[in-house]
């Protein structure tokens, strides 16, 4: 059965990073839901070819609006960006629309770092465990970046550019002229068809996703402020500094951060065959699991090790709730732990997490 917490919702105010500290999101992770989007299966694939009007897409809901990274805290963004989906035994398909007065986009090298520049980002993780995920982003001139995360950076994952997406299609539509301020530009929409023979390589079974199967899903547009320039467009500076203004980071699942890689925060992507049968939710009494790695992290950066056990773990501000009392265990050396769901608090299904931050799941009756 669910797991009941309602007496211990915490919100995670960790506020900016001091020096060794462990961001934490701002959001209250026990009541947190992700969103969801229900990816159709498809029969027919659409051409890819950035213009988003073929037939095949009508049935795909668009997702919502993106929001602020940072969530509620900051307002909504000016520029609308929305996306959509569609699967079938091939490709995962995705469609992108953004409105934009300004297409700008100069980097036409594969693997540049282009969210250096405005751009719109993809992040798949197909198990959830929160390591070993997908990022793909992709420019106004469709230049692409794609990469393989062997884990967060938080956890001292690695970027590997040299790993590519084998098949990948892609293409940009743009409404309007690019990086000439003499006019104002209309938008700019990306089309992408991500081959199943290159993402079951992290997936959960190694093959493509079954019906009713959910992976973990987040979409990112980053933009910055732009002046015109004689060449074109620039970034915008900071009169005080003379160094350009922050980008803006617009996203569908709001992060508690600014910081893309929690991928525990992302939404969820469920497919969903031709009968339409929605996906099992995802088990919510995993999330103590996440706030007792948050709150190690955040105690070895203070003091340079692990909690050993539950009653030496301190709480985290604003208010915790008493660890003891929640259906958890916890074992550590002060270099490193693992903690676990007791029996039964999900059902029978057993699930860890260690000090990487990675979530596993073990067999009922098994030790974790």
């Known amino acids: 059965m669910p797991l009941r917490l309602a007496p211990f919702l915490l919100l995670l105010c960790g506020g900016p990073a001091q020096a060794g500290e462990f961001p934490l999101p701002a959001v209250d992770l026990l009541a947190w839901r992700p969103p969801v989007y229900r990816c159709l299966f498809t029969s027919t694939p659409p051409t890819v070819d950035g213009r988003l009007d073929d037939p095949a897409w009508r049935p795909a809901d668009w997702t ?33 629309a953004l409105v934009e007065p300004q ?27 929160s390591h070993d995920y997908y990022e793909l982003e992709i420019n106004a001139l469709g230049t692409v970046w794609d990469l393989l995360l062997t ?23 743009l409404d309007g002229t690019l990086n000439d301020p003499r006019d104002t530009d209309r938008g ?14 992290c997936a959960p079974h190694g093959g493509p996703p079954l019906p009713g199967e959910g992976w973990r899903l987040n979409f990112s547009r980053v933009q910055w402020d732009l002046e015109a320039s004689a060449s074109g467009y620039a970034k915008r500076s900071d009169p005080e500094t003379g160094r350009p203004l922050p980008e803006h980071n617009w996203v569908w699942a709001p992060q508690g951060l600014i910081a893309m890689h929690y991928p525990e925060l992302w939404g969820r992507l469920d497919f969903v065959d031709e009968r339409g ?5 995802a088990p919510a009494g995993l999330h103590p699991l996440r706030l007792l790695y948050y709150a190690q992290r955040r105690q070895a950066a203070r003091s340079g090790a692990f909690a050993r056990n539950l009653a030496e773990l301190p709480p985290l501000p604003p208010a915790v709730p008493e660890w003891r009392a929640l259906p958890l265990a916890l074992a550590g050396d002060g270099q490193g732990f693992r903690a676990w769901t007791l029996a039964d608090s999900l059902g029978g299904e057993g699930w860890s997490i260690d000090e990487t931050g990675c979530l596993r799941r073990f067999a009922p009756g098994a030790r974790p």
Do not use: C
């Open 64 to 96: 919502s609006d993106f929001v602020d990274i940072e969530g509620d805290a900051r307002p909504r963004p000016p520029l609308r960006t929305r996306a959509k989906l569609l699967w079938d035994t091939e490709n995962l398909y995705v469609a992108a």
């Open 103 to 129: 297409l700008w986009a100069t980097y036409t090298e594969r693997d540049a770092v282009i969210y250096h520049e405005n751009d719109f980002e993809l992040f798949l993780d197909p198990d959830g465990d």
């Open 151 to 173: 884990a967060p950076y938080r956890d001292g994952g690695h970027a590997v550019d040299a790993w590519d997406i084998a098949g990948l299609q892609s293409a940009v539509h």
């Open 188 to 201: 700019w929409s990306v089309e992408l068809a991500l081959p199943w023979q290159v993402l079951e390589e």
């Open 277 to 281: 049968e929605p996906a099992p939710p």
